[in-house]
DNA sequence: GTGGTCTAGACCACC
DNA sequence: GTGGTCTAGACCACT
């Protein structure tokens, strides 16, 4: 289900909070869907699962998920919400950042190709 | 000189911001330049002198402007630092954006769109 | 928590500035730690909110703390990098300055007294 | 006269500018003293003329000297006006940094080597 | 509630 | 004249 890289610079717990969001946001895990306990995730992955309920922690705190003690983690049922919030936050981020491109003098050719080299390759975990 | 959007979602003194850079990096301002007093500034778009002011703190932390009390405000001489150094962290940011942008389902096409729609907008620089 | 001079000639958003970084650099104030709003800290010190903002603003364009609209005002996690970049410059302009006054027939005893003015103020956190 | 490091990071101009500042405050240069002409200096210390003249403008605008067509360039009378506001400046710069010294966990014994160190090395032109 | 932006108007020191 | 600081009060979007 997840992949880890214990080698990269992206924090671990990070690693998994993007891939469970990447997951339900575009719709793999459906809401309401119960995701691995943290204890069989750890153990799936070879994880502490320390790591496991931090990553739970903040998908919790962004509601992506919600946690029921003694019952496990779910999908949220709202992720249209999540999923416009953030997309609006993308937007604007992207634009201010290829405002920034092109008071630098960085052509709109250039950016292109950055976009292209991005959406061609396997896909990447990066994130803030 | 310059052009104020007051509609604009992007905050005016962003606006102002960004274009003095724009001329600054590209080098239609020369270092050393005096550029217009806040007041002045203020009375040709119109707008509050806080809100210039705002503008060249910004444009000052960022070492591309500096200002004098009493004398006024001028071109940065060592902007092919600032430029270099934007240039790294821009390509970084950019594409960590457009990984994001990828990520929760956003289509390339959208994305070509929004540079569009950023280098296309009225420039007195934008004439290559 | 913070302590302002309003007769000082050093400005109330810079003093705010100082001790908020010294707070943060020095690791009494933790990694994520939310910091007082910026309307509590105003009531607190019983100065204007923009006043609060302006410091706010600086700490934030130097990566020393993280603001999010609607929830908080946040400690910077990497403030090690900052710190790390901070010292080297702190000691060329350091050397620079007192170089200059060195030029201009200023007395080392004199300097001596400007440290130990600068040093001598009472603050919270020199306790060592 | 002066001595030039053409090696050096500082531009000669300055190093030119610096230097005759420094013989001026401290006394060495008496007010209404005649210089040498921009050609005598330029052959003394063989250097291109425009050199010079870039570094005598610059003495003059900050009234440290003053030029009379056809006659030369001599010292202010009014250095001390001069000094004084030099010195305010300097105390003000070096008050700041040392605070940022302190900000960053910089003792008060290290400022004190620093300090030691550049008084008791020979004279350097380091200026901004 | 939070931070972010903006205005209007004031006073200061420096040039 | 210049930039720098500060106040008082307003509106906005987001949590």
Redesign the interface.
């Known amino acids: 289900m997840l992949e880890i890289d214990l080698k990269s610079r992206i924090p671990i717990y990070k690693q998994i909070y993007?891939q469970i969001?990447?997951l339900a946001?575009?719709g793999v895990l459906k809401p309401d869907d119960q995701i691995l306990s943290v204890r069989q995730l750890a153990r799936l992955v070879g994880i502490n699962p320390n790591t496991i309920t931090k990553a739970y922690r903040e998908l919790e705190l962004n509601n992506i998920i919600y946690s029921i003690a003694g019952k496990g983690s779910f999908i949220s049922p709202d992720l249209t919400l999540v999923?416009m919030s953030?997309?609006r936050k993308?937007?604007i981020?992207?634009?201010e950042?290829?405002?920034?491109?092109?008071?630098?003098?960085?052509q709109?050719q250039q950016?292109?190709e950055?976009?292209?080299q991005?959406?061609d390759t396997k896909?990447?975990?990066?994130?803030?």
């Open positions: 993007n969001e990447e946001l575009k999923s953030k997309k993308v937007f981020n992207l634009t950042e290829i405002n920034q491109a092109k008071n630098i003098g960085i709109k950016i292109f950055i976009v292209s991005v959406y896909s990447e975990v990066e994130n803030k």
